[in-house]
Structures are given as structure tokens and as C-alpha cells.
């Protein structure tokens, strides 16, 4: 079994890994700045429904397809969890 404190360590180092994936991506956006639009789209997860918005249809799907992808991967992991915690 899993003690606490790797998890603790699990969760720290992915928190900082996503924390330098967005300033990478923030410094990469700026330095290749041009009169170019911006287009993206998020995803909020209620449960396991995701609630999906974006600025065009391209960003749309992608957020799409992306939010039903880790919905099914979060399910699955939750079915396995059950059955192996008995």
C-alpha cells in the first residue's frame, strides 16, 4: 500500500511540473508573439460530465475529445480502485 507521503510527493511534483509547463508555455507565446488571434477553449468537469466551451470549432473539439478521454480514464480508474481496495 501506498503511504501518505508518497503521495504527498507524487501530488508536489506534479503540481511544479504543471506549474513550469504554463510559464514555458506563457515565455514560448509571448517570444513568438505576431498579429496572430488567440483561439482556445477549456473544459470544467462536474462528476464525471464534462461542460465544454471555446472560442472556435477546431478548440472545441479538441477540448472535447480530450475531456471525455480523461473522464473514461478517470472512471476506469475508479472502477479498478474499487474492486482492488476489497
Same mark, same amino acid.
Given at each position: 500500500?501506498?503511504?501518505? %507521503?508518497?503521495?504527498?510527493? +507524487?501530488?508536489? *511534483? ?6 513550469? /509547463? =504554463? &510559464?514555458?508555455?506563457?515565455? !514560448? ?14 473544459a470544467?468537469?462536474? %462528476?464525471?460530465?464534462?461542460? +465544454?466551451?471555446? *472560442?472556435d ?5 479538441t /477540448? =472535447? &475529445?480530450?475531456s471525455?478521454? !480523461? ?13 482492488t481496495?476489497?
Amino acid at each position: 500500500m501506498t503511504d501518505a %507521503g508518497t503521495l504527498y510527493t +507524487v501530488g508536489f *511534483t506534479l503540481l511544479f511540473a504543471g506549474i513550469i /509547463v =504554463l &510559464v514555458i508555455g506563457v515565455i !514560448l507565446a509571448f517570444l513568438s508573439s505576431s498579429k496572430s488571434t488567440a483561439k482556445g477553449g477549456g473544459a470544467i468537469l462536474v %462528476g464525471p460530465i464534462p461542460i +465544454v466551451f471555446g *472560442t472556435d470549432k477546431k478548440s472545441l473539439r479538441t /477540448v =472535447l &475529445v480530450l475531456s471525455i478521454t !480523461l473522464t473514461i480514464i478517470l472512471t476506469v480508474a475508479t472502477i479498478i480502485f474499487h474492486f482492488t481496495s476489497k
